[in-house]
T-cell receptor, first 112, second 112 residues
Framework: QQPVQSPQAVILREGEDAVINCSSSKALYSVHWYRQKHGEAPVFLMILLKGGEQKGHEKISASFNEKKQQSSLYLTASQLSYSGTYFC?????????????FGQGTILTVHP | NAGVTQTPKFQVLKTGQSMTLQCAQDMNHNSMYWYRQDPGMGLRLIYYSASEGTTDKGEVPNGYNVSRLNKREFSLRLESAAPSQTSVYFCASHPNGLYEQYFGPGTRLTVT
């Protein structure tokens, strides 16, 4: 079952922060985050494992709440280059290793 | 090291025509995937192959067939194209273990 992302779209000015959420009704083994620029392939950002690990990549970090089956992506001090569509991909317990189900995406637009 | 390659990049078909989308990876990955991406729908899994010689249906397999020719190549065939199959198709590969999926550049298919 497809995870649900919120919000569907976010508009920011440079330097502002944003949070993107990803919720699943199934027990999750891991959550993956990708960013996609218009007309390009998705690019990997990070993987989070069960256990509430928080990973970071420069000013982008994420958390995974295993009890709530929810992950959040945090973008701080946003830059113009952060614009794009963000997808979470969820890997469920008992599925083929590495097989992901993606959310519908969150469109992030950063203005100068 | 080319990563994941897809051919063709663009294709226009008439309803009822058939075609095969090609995908190849040179990273010695075991798993390969075919996704379709439609506006507002995220990435939906069509078929996947966990290892050479095996294939399984994903969320939206109707109207498609796949072949895992060898470890490198995973092709997607449309036997009788329909306008509903107009989409962007991405191939991805994945090594064993907790790693990211690597995406190809995509094929933009229009069925008229």
């Amino acid at each position: 079952q497809q995870p649900v992302q919120s919000p569907q779209a976010v508009i920011l000015r440079e330097g502002e922060d944003a949070v993107i959420n990803c919720s699943s009704s199934k027990a999750l083994y891991s959550v993956h985050w990708y960013r996609q620029k218009h007309g390009e392939a998705p690019v990997f950002l990070m993987i989070l494992l069960k256990g509430g690990e928080q990973k970071g990549h420069e000013k982008i970090s994420a958390s995974f709440n295993e009890k709530k089956q929810q992950s959040s992506l945090y973008l701080t001090a946003s830059q113009l280059s952060y614009s794009g569509t963000y997808f979470c991909g969820t890997e469920m317990w008992g599925t083929s290793y590495g097989k992901l189900t993606f959310g519908q995406g969150t469109i992030l637009t950063v203005h100068p | 090291n080319a990563g994941v390659t897809q051919t063709p990049k663009f294709q226009v078909l008439k309803t009822g025509q058939s075609m095969t989308l090609q995908c190849a990876q040179d990273m010695n990955h075991n798993s390969m995937y075919w996704y379709r991406q439609d506006p507002g729908m995220g990435l939906r899994l069509i078929y996947y192959s966990a290892s050479e010689g095996t294939t399984d249906k994903g969320e939206v397999p109707n109207g498609y067939n796949v072949s895992r020719l060898n470890k490198r190549e995973f092709s997607l065939r449309l036997e009788s194209a329909a306008p509903s199959q107009t989409s962007v198709y991405f191939c991805a590969s994945h090594p064993n273990g907790l790693y990211e999926q690597y995406f190809g550049p995509g094929t933009r298919l229009t069925v008229t």
